[in-house]
């Protein structure tokens, strides 16, 4: 499978980010994070295909590699309701050997005229409601009513309602990927069966996999796919838009993109590894998530990089990459970060944001990577582009694609910060309409 795509807009935007809930303690100032450290820069001196190449491995270090093996994806799909224009699938498809993802497929009505931008939406931290949250179905737990629409978690079906396909998945641990003997979010499970991998690998090859679905499908236009997410969900995003140049175009928002944090969140260790067992073992709640959110979890632990204990046992071991290393490797594909303006501090975000920046402004096409002149070529707009400066100021073609081949892919990275607490409110739905609408070629006007 392969692995997939300052003058620069003062206007927008600008970032960093809280996971949620059970993977998000409280964040330490960079002096109080148990001395993590990270090196500073994105490996420099070297031709950045080159460079690439080391990061994604330093990566897949902590990370663990991928699969080997590919089953065949062996589609379930029934459609479940159609209301407002959208017609709702329940769709299933094989990850690995002996393990499915599941997930909520929105057609909007238009989509069955004529193929659809597709974008999967990545649920945030939830306790058993998955991608229920993330299309309205339910609150935090499938109990829950769905939340206020001003938090803005219904992004799967809000960007239905804009006119995408969105497929939303339920991550490993949590929806209906809950093992029936054990509990949400407890990773333990996965370790057991794959102890050298991490369930941040697991979440990406799931939405590697989600790729390989949206391409079978006729609706699809099947190389305008995007990925996006809230909190757990911003994230994962990021993560899969980095290792997946099939993802087009990518929005992150409010996913910790940072190693800033209580130490040991980035992972535990279990008293035990010996996973809860349901019917056998008492229920358990952390009074710091109840007193937060007013029931008992029975949660965790989550478990999130297992290979990247070494650094938090041995402070003095530096960390051989950081996230802008892998925001650096969505290069040149747009990317679009999102968070509070008080995550933008907290994480620390500007530095990387800068180092970042330099690998997209200094963009040259390249084999092996997206090419961005191509992109823009693809995009709605482009003929717009030839007839007026050819009209109006006697530019050919060959001069544009020049001068697109000169600017590179500046305008492609972006950040943008808004007030008040960790959401995802109406003027980062709307910023992300527009995000989509530019870079998945759906409208232009």
């Known amino acids: 499978m392969p692995r997939r795509m300052n003058n620069t807009c003062l206007f927008i935007l600008a970032t960093m980010l809280v996971f949620s809930a059970l993977l998000c303690p409280a964040v330490n100032a960079a002096d109080e994070d148990g001395g993590i450290t990270s090196l500073p820069e994105i490996l420099p001196g070297k031709p ?112 239905a309602q804009h006119g995408f396909v969105t497929l939303s998945i339920d991550l490993l641990t949590d929806g209906e990927r809950i093992d029936p003997k054990h509990r949400v979010m407890d990773t333990r499970p996965f370790y057991e069966k794959h102890p050298d991998w991490s369930i941040v690998g697991k979440n990406t090859w799931d939405i590697m996999r989600s790729v390989d679905f949206l391409q079978t499908l006729s609706f699809v236009t099947p190389d305008q796919i995007g990925c996006t997410g809230w909190s757990l969900g911003g994230h994962t995003a990021l993560f899969a838009a980095a ?32 996973p809860w067992r349901k019917g056998i073992d008492a229920p358990t709640s952390s009074k710091k998530l109840e007193a937060r959110f007013g029931f008992k979890t029975n949660s965790g632990p989550y478990i999130y990089l297992k290979n990247f204990r070494p650094f938090i046992d041995d402070p003095s071991k530096r960390v051989p990459v950081d996230f802008d290393s892998l925001m650096a490797m969505v290069a040149p594909r747009p990317l679009l970060v999102i968070s509070t303006e008080q995550e933008m501090h907290r994480h620390k975000f500007f530095p990387k944001a800068r180092n970042t920046l330099d690998i997209y402004i200094d963009w040259q096409d390249t084999a092996g990577l997206p090419s961005v002149l191509r992109a823009r070529q693809q995009r709605l707009g482009y003929a717009e582009t030839l007839e007026y400066y050819d009209s109006q100021h006697g530019m050919k073609a060959s001069k544009i694609e020049r001068d697109f081949q000169e600017f590179g892919a500046g305008d492609c990275f972006s950040w943008f910060s808004f007030p008040g607490g960790h959401a995802f409110p109406g003027v980062t739905r709307r910023l992300t309409f527009a995000w989509y609408d530019r870079w998945l070629g759906r409208t232009l006007y």
């Open 243 to 274: 290792f997946d140049t099939r993802i087009v175009a990518t929005v992150s928002n409010g996913g910790v993109l940072d190693w800033y944090r209580h130490a040991d969140a980035w992972s535990r260790k279990p008293s035990t590894w010996t």
């Open 48 to 159: 950045w295909p080159e460079r690439r190449q080391e990061i994604e491995r330093r990566w897949l270090e902590i990370m663990g590699d991928f699969p080997t093996e590919i089953p065949a994806l062996r589609v379930e799909m029934k459609e479940v309701a159609t209301s407002n224009g959208i017609t709702r699938f329940h769709v299933s498809f094989q990850s690995e050997a002996d393990d499915r993802v599941t997930g909520w497929l929105l057609v909007p009505d238009a989509a069955m005229k004529q193929p659809t931008p597709a974008i999967i939406c990545i649920h945030s931290t939830t306790w058993g409601s998955g991608k229920d949250a993330t299309i309205g179905l339910s609150g935090r737990r499938p109990v829950d009513p769905p939340r206020d629409p001003q938090v803005g978690a219904a992004y799967g079906l809000t960007l």
